[in-house]
C-alpha cells in the first residue's frame, strides 16, 4: 500500500472497459463492474495506486454523470489498499477547480491536471490555473503535456507552480529525460513522475518517485518489479527487463495509444475492448506492430528474461 503524500509509486492511468449498449452514447456503456475489478486486479497485483479519467480513460469521451463515476468506482475500487489520483483537466480553471471538488468529495487523493486545454495559455494564466485547482485542497500533479496542450511546463515555469501550496507532483511527459535533472535542481520539492512508459528507468534512475504511465495495465506486477529494481539503482536488472518491453512501451506515447493498450491487455487475457468515437480500431498495420511487440513483451516477462 503507498501513503505516499507526494503521488508517487506506480499508478496505473486507466482505460475504460466498454461495452455495446444502445442507449449509450456511441452506443457503447461503461461496464463500471469490469473497470471497479480491472482497478481492483492492479492494486492486488502490488500497483499503488490507479489515475482514472486520463487521456488514456478517455474522459473527453464521457458525460459528465460517466466521468463522475468512474472517479468514484475508482476510489471504492482500491480505497484503503492503493492511492486514486484522479483526472481533472478541463478546458479551463473553472471546469478543473470543479472537477477538482468533485474528486475531493468523493474520497480521491489526489488529482492529475492539465493546463487549460482549450487554448495556448500564458505564463500566468497557467499559474492562475493551478491556484484554482489546488485550492481545493487534494494535493496536485500538474501534468506536462506539451504536445496535447501545446504548453510547456518548463523547469522554470515549474518551479513557480511548486510555491503553490497542494502542488506537489508532475508527471513529466515531454520525452526529454534531461528534464528530471533539470527540475530537480529547479524545484527541488517538487517530485519527478515518469510520465510515459518508455523513460521510466531513466526517469527512476536519476531521482523520479513515481512511474504514471498505461502499460502497467498490461503488466501490473513486472512494472512494480521494474520499478522498484530502477528506484534501488540495479541498472543491470532493470535493464535486462526493461529493454525487451520498450517496443511495446513506446506506443503509450504514440496518437493510437490507447487502442495499443487495450490491445495490449487482451493479449494477456484482459479485457481491452472498443473505444469510443472518434477513437477508431487500430489500421492493420498498427494492429500487427502492436503483436509484434507485444510478443517480444510477453516472451520476456513469461521467461523471465
Ligand atoms: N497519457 C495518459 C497516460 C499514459 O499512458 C493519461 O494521461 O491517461
Known amino acids: 500500500m503507498s501513503t505516499s503524500t507526494d503521488l508517487g509509486g506506480v499508478v496505473v492511468a486507466t482505460p ?20 471497479a475489478e480491472h482497478c481492483r486486479w492492479l492494486v492486488d497485483n502490488g500497483c499503488h495506486g490507479v489515475g482514472p479519467n486520463g487521456s488514456l480513460g478517455e474522459y473527453s469521451s464521457l ?3 460517466e466521468r463522475r463515476r468512474v472517479a468514484r468506482t475508482a476510489v471504492e475500487a482500491v ?3 492503493g492511492i486514486v489520483v484522479v483526472g481533472v483537466h478541463g478546458v479551463g480553471w473553472h471546469q478543473a477547480k470543479h472537477w477538482a471538488e468533485l474528486a475531493a ?19 500566468g494564466e497557467v499559474v492562475a490555473h493551478y491556484e484554482a485547482v489546488a485550492s481545493v485542497g487534494l494535493p496536485v500533479m500538474v501534468y506536462n503535456n506539451p504536445y496535447d496542450t501545446k504548453v510547456d511546463l518548463t523547469p522554470d515555469l515549474l518551479a513557480e507552480l511548486a510555491q503553490i501550496d497542494n502542488v506537489v507532483a508532475v508527471k513529466e511527459f515531454s520525452g526529454d529525460v534531461r528534464r528530471v535533472s533539470a527540475i530537480r535542481e529547479a ?16 526517469a527512476l ?23 522498484e529494481l530502477a528506484r534501488a539503482g540495479d ?71
Open 16 to 35: 475504460l472497459p466498454y461495452v455495446a449498449d444502445g442507449a449509450a452514447p456511441a452506443g457503447l456503456a461503461v461496464d463500471y463492474d469490469r473497470y
Open 63 to 65: 458525460t459528465d454523470e
Open 79 to 81: 480505497r484503503g489498499d
Open 105 to 123: 468529495e468523493d474520497g480521491a487523493d489526489g488529482v492529475l491536471c492539465l493546463p487549460p486545454t482549450i487554448y495556448r495559455a500564458n505564463r
Open 187 to 202: 524545484a527541488p520539492g517538487l517530485a519527478v513522475i515518469a510520465g510515459a512508459d518508455d523513460v521510466t528507468v531513466e
Open 205 to 227: 534512475l536519476m531521482g523520479a518517485t513515481g512511474w504514471f504511465a498505461g502499460f502497467p495495465n498490461v503488466f501490473p506486477a513486472e512494472s512494480v518489479a521494474l520499478y
Open 235 to 305: 541498472l543491470a536488472e532493470a535493464r535486462r527487463r526493461y529493454e525487451p518491453l520498450l517496443a511495446a512501451f513506446r506506443w503509450d506515447s504514440r496518437t493510437e495509444f490507447v487502442q495499443a493498450i487495450k490491445l495490449g491487455m487482451e493479449l494477456v487475457g484482459r479485457y481491452g475492448g472498443p473505444c469510443r468515437p472518434p477513437r477508431g480500431p487500430l489500421t492493420p498495420e498498427h494492429d500487427a506492430q502492436v503483436r509484434e511487440a507485444m510478443a517480444r513483451a510477453v516472451a520476456a516477462v513469461r521467461g523471465g528474461a
